[in-house]
């Protein structure tokens, strides 16, 4: 008996083996990084694309890029749901993985067959016709589709991940946690790299089919590594979504906004030792937690109907929420400074941008490099050298709080946003007295390596503000929130987005009229795309204001309390 109970406990622990640990990981980081090469890379170049296949101008095309970016960064939210709700990580990344391969094939069809898109001609001197109805919508089903796969791949991925290594069974389990987190934004990071560098200079030396074929093979490679590993993978059952707790403890305060709370009110809580009251902030919401009838709650301590009752901890999960969103909103602005992708491409393509006196030229759309090489050297700078070096020099331990940093990065938006004018200015000025006003597509006698200082600023901008907003949202939520936390900063880059799209078609409005062309003109030298950004970087300058109102009535976050409470603790011993 014994020895039949040895064998069976023996299989069950081969089983579990099988399932999860270490030999995943690369599968899982390949699938990530591969996505994340191939829908990155298709965005520098896409008003290029856009404006050059599709004969689109480039209001519409800088218009139709902020739809589609808004769509990619909101649909990990909708993903993350699906995924705790309904479908399991799995489902969810395998799904995405596909629409995402459907999508980049969809769009490489478009340099293929002449049928899909308008005629060839030249803008400049001859009218073209745009894209028919048919060939529009072709074109945004498969950009649809691509931030449907975005959405199933990246919410789900990382924590993917870290469930198969999750285990107590296997040796030395924080270390292959924290080597797998490691590898992971490594190679996110690399993957955006190689994007902006090598999938745009392939567009840009190689062609659109060989430039948009190439994404496709590796989110194919992407979808392969994804699925061959199906059988080493741990796949839990979903449970009950954060999501759908915020929206029953709404139902359940409205069901019960006419109970009247009184001094003897009972609050339910799912755990028995807790008798504590909700807080009084909100306090509208404290009516979903009241117990009055014992028939709310079973013998199990649940309770009968999640509708109609919840606990105190899912109100508060909500209240926290809803207290954050206004400091939220007060970053949306840096996120709309940061999505003006587009004109930079533009003015880079007028501008030289060889190396020196060498051959080599930088792709246009290449100049993003500089941002995502700014927030990396940042980081390690920051973390490495001067916190530390600080504490030292000051013989105590130095602490930039999260509003800080938050701030300081709104800060540096604006300044990002002054210097793009001014950079403009001189550009469109040079054009003009080197008689090339009709010319958009001359290259003028400036280098371009006067827009890094712009790019450097966006990254060190979301060095501080994005790294900053997130570590918020981690210490102010509770960790039941965790995933209400990650995708909160990309819900606001898909407001963002669709917030610049406004600000954008409103400029366009305004100063076109009926008969003269506006700021955003298709011909970059005949546009005032110096006046566009002094619109935005007014608009930056105002929102430091209400920053600072939001930030002084959020009160002390986490992090300011637990030092003030350091500080008190500090001086108590040397008294």
Same mark, same amino acid.
């Given at each position: 008996m014994k020895m039949r109970e040895a064998m069976n406990s023996h299989q069950t622990q081969l089983s579990t083996r099988k399932k999860g640990g270490l030999v995943t990981m690369p599968f899982i980081i390949a699938n990530e990084a591969f996505e994340k090469v191939a829908s990155y890379g298709l965005v520098p170049n896409m008003i290029v694309y856009l404006m050059s296949d599709y004969k689109i101008g480039v209001a519409k %095309?800088?218009?139709?890029?902020?739809?589609?970016? +808004? +769509?990619?960064?909101?649909? &990990?939210?909708?993903?993350?749901?699906?995924? *705790?709700?309904?479908?399991?990580?799995?489902?969810?990344?395998? /799904? %995405?993985?596909?629409?995402?391969?459907?999508?980049?094939?969809?769009?490489?069809?478009?340099?293929?067959? !002449?049928?899909?898109? &308008?005629? !060839? $001609?030249?803008?400049?001197?001859e009218t073209c016709k745009p894209p028919t109805n048919p060939q529009f919508a072709f074109l945004v089903f498969a950009f649809l589709l691509i931030s449907m796969g975005a959405g199933g791949v990246r919410p789900c991925s990382l924590a993917f991940g870290a469930q198969q290594i999750d285990n107590k069974n296997i040796p030395n389990n924080e270390r292959a946690i924290e080597s797998f987190f490691g590898w992971y934004y490594a190679s996110s990071a690399i993957a955006v790299l190689v994007a902006f560098t090598g999938i745009v200079y392939i567009q840009d030396h190689a062609g659109w089919k060989v430039g948009f074929g190439v994404p496709v093979i590796l989110m194919l490679l992407s979808v392969v590594m994804f699925f061959v590993a199906s059988s080493l993978y741990v796949k839990r059952k979903v449970k009950n979504s954060i999501f759908t707790s915020f929206v029953q403890v709404i139902v359940a305060a409205y069901k019960n906004r006419k109970f009247v709370v009184a001094p003897s009110t009972r609050w339910y809580h799912h755990r028995k030792d807790l008798d504590t009251g909700p807080t009084k902030r909100l306090s509208f919401l404290n009516k979903a937690c009241i117990i009055q009838n014992p028939k709310d709650i079973t013998s199990d301590a649940d309770a009968s109907d999640r509708w109609h009752l919840c606990t105190v901890e899912q109100v508060e999960e909500l209240k926290s929420l809803i207290r954050v969103l206004p400091l939220w909103s007060s970053g949306l602005m840096m996120s709309i400074n940061v999505s003006q992708s587009s004109f930079p491409v533009l003015q880079a393509k007028t501008m030289n941008r060889h190396l020196g006196s060498s051959t080599f030229q930088i792709p246009a759309a290449s100049f993003s490099f500089f941002t995502i090489a700014t927030i990396a050297i940042w980081v390690l700078l920051y973390d490495r050298v001067i916190i530390p070096t600080a504490s030292k020099i000051l013989h105590k331990k130095v602490y930039l709080g999260v509003k800080l940093r938050m701030g300081i990065g709104l800060v540096i938006s604006t300044l990002a946003m002054i210097?793009?004018? @001014?950079?403009?200015?001189?550009?469109?000025?040079? +054009?003009?007295?080197? %008689?090339?006003?009709?010319? &958009?597509?001359?290259?003028?006698?400036?280098?371009?390596?006067?827009?890094? !200082?712009?790019? $450097? /600023?966006?990254?060190?901008?979301?060095?501080?503000?994005?790294?900053?907003?997130?570590?918020?949202?981690?210490?102010?939520?509770?960790?039941?929130?965790?995933?209400? +936390?990650?995708? /909160?900063?990309?819900?606001?880059?898909?407001v963002a987005n669709l917030l610049a799209s406004v600000i954008l078609t409103t400029v366009e409005? @305004?100063?076109r009229g009926s008969t003269k062309e506006g700021w955003i003109s298709t011909n970059i030298n005949h546009g005032r795309y110096d006046g566009y950004y002094w619109v935005l970087a007014f608009m930056s300058f105002m929102n430091l204001f209400y920053f600072a109102g939001c930030s002084w009535a959020y009160g002390p976050c986490v992090d300011e309390?637990?030092? *003030?409470?350091?500080?008190?603790?500090?001086?108590?011993d040397l008294g």
């Open positions: %095309g800088t218009n139709i890029i902020f739809f589609w970016t +808004a +769509a990619t960064n909101f649909a &990990p939210v909708l993903g993350a749901f699906l995924s *705790d709700s309904y479908l399991g990580r799995f489902l969810t990344i395998g /799904l %995405g993985s596909i629409f995402s391969l459907m999508g980049m094939f969809l769009l490489w069809l478009t340099t293929t067959v !002449p049928q899909l898109k &308008p005629h !060839p $001609c030249n803008q400049l001197t210097i793009s004018a @001014i950079v403009e200015h001189v550009r469109r000025r040079k +054009a003009i007295e080197q %008689g090339f006003v009709n010319d &958009p597509q001359a290259v003028i006698n400036m280098s371009a390596m006067w827009l890094i !200082p712009q790019y $450097c /600023l966006h990254g060190l901008a979301e060095a501080f503000s994005a790294i900053g907003q997130n570590e918020f949202y981690y210490s102010e939520f509770p960790k039941s929130m965790s995933s209400i +936390a990650a995708s /909160l900063f990309m819900l606001g880059m898909a409005n @305004i100063t309390t637990l030092k *003030d409470e350091g500080s008190e603790d500090s001086n108590e």
